[in-house]
Nanobody, 121 residues
Framework: VQLQASGGGLVQAGGSLRLSCAVS????????MGWFRQAPGKEREFVAA???????TNYADSVKGRFSISRDDQNTVYLQMNVLNTEDTAVYYC????????????????WGQGTQVTVSS
């Protein structure tokens, strides 16, 4: 499985961005997609995750109500980010795993390259 992330950029506080992660290769109904982020000097942290069929989603408390994870029928996974603030500035990574939805990055086997999101005040 290969993952290709895109969509990062510079946005003002209060604005929106949509990140994309193109998934290629073999996926099965038990496949899980997640988004993580890492700010300078900080550890990588969980943002959101979704089961392949969408019946289970999980969000970090810091993004609940502002971010949304989804998937289209072309096997692209999205992270819609609204009402962005400066604390959302980070490199964002999409990740995949077989199994249950998890908030722990160490359980994700497949990773895309990061995409930078910068929120200015």
């Amino acid at each position: 499985v290969q993952l290709q992330a895109s969509g990062g950029g510079l946005v003002q506080a209060g604005g929106s961005l949509r990140l994309s992660c193109a998934v290629s290769g073999r996926t099965v109904p038990g496949y899980v997609m997640g988004w993580f982020r890492q700010a300078p000097g900080k550890e990588r942290e969980f943002v959101a995750a979704r089961s392949w069929n969408g019946d289970i989603t999980n969000y970090a408390d810091s993004v609940k109500g502002r971010f949304s994870i989804s998937r289209d029928d072309q096997n692209t996974v999205y992270l819609q980010m609204n009402v962005l603030n400066t604390e959302d500035t980070a490199v964002y990574y999409c990740a995949g795993r077989y199994g249950s939805v998890s908030t722990f990055s160490r359980y994700y086997r497949f990773w895309g390259q990061g995409t930078q999101v910068t929120v200015s005040s």
